[in-house]
């Protein structure tokens, strides 16, 4: 079964540049997370969808930050324009429904280097 | 918040238990403690879950205290590859999101 697919791995941009994540879940699952790893810390929910709806966006900064799950698949998480402190690693998540049974499958993550 | 408490990081030593403590003394009565761990460079993943009873499976095993109110995760050979932050979480089944707290940082030394 393949895994959560994402892109890029990494990414350097400038301040007030703006960059986009893409993610792949795995195929079936209804529930696509993101979360925002800075260093050093436990990943922090961003956003969660349940199809192409979202449930929870509460954490996510919507000045800057965007996410859409168009057709209940692939997602795609943008920053414009990014700052300093948005360096972390973006990682995507997906479960079969809003993760009964307790398990959540990730993405390896994209890395984010805002200088 | 999370709302579990967890040492900030443990040693063990190759082919012995690695034994992480974690208390989650606010829990209640319908969240189920989990735990993920985390290897360098790579997202979380699952290991295990539990709400009362001692569960085990081939990554390990989870024994949760009668009260509930702390939680052991037993890796019984630690092999340098369970080098990794290893997280608890507690959590009610239905919709709640996972809240990841800091982790326990384990180190298995050869």
């Known amino acids: 079964e393949a895994g959560v697919a994402q892109s890029p791995r990494y990414k350097i941009i400038e301040k007030r540049q703006s960059v986009a994540f893409w993610c792949n879940p795995i195929?079936?699952?209804?529930?696509l997370y993101w979360y925002q790893q800075i260093l050093g810390q436990g990943p922090k929910l961003l956003i969660q969808?349940?199809?192409?709806?979202?449930?929870?966006d509460s954490q996510l900064p919507k000045d800057r930050f965007s996410a859409e799950r168009l057709k209940g698949v692939d997602s795609t998480l943008k920053i414009q324009p990014a700052k300093l402190e948005d360096s972390a690693v973006y990682l995507c998540?997906?479960?079969?429904?809003?993760?009964?049974?307790?398990?959540?499958?990730f993405g390896e993550g994209s890395r984010l280097t805002v200088l | 918040d999370a709302k579990t408490t967890q040492p900030p990081s443990m040693d063990c030593a190759e082919g012995r238990a690695a034994n992480l403590p974690c208390n989650h003394s606010t829990i209640s009565g319908n969240e189920y403690v989990y735990w993920y761990r985390q290897i360098h460079s790579q997202g979380p993943q699952y290991i295990i879950h539990?709400?009362?009873n001692n569960e085990t499976n081939e990554m390990a095993s989870l024994i949760i205290t009668e009260d509930r109110k702390s939680s052991t995760l037993i890796l019984p050979h630690a092999t340098l590859r369970d080098t990794a932050v290893y997280y608890c979480?507690?959590?009610?089944?239905?919709?709640?999101?996972?809240?990841f707290g800091p982790g326990t940082r384990l180190s298995v030394l050869p």
């Open positions: 998540a997906s479960s079969s429904w809003r993760g009964l049974g307790g398990e959540l499958f």
């Open positions: 979480i507690v959590r009610a089944v239905y919709g709640q999101n996972f809240v």
């Open positions: 195929s079936g699952h209804a529930t």
């Open positions: 969808f349940q199809n192409n709806g979202v449930v929870d």
């Open positions: 539990g709400l009362k």
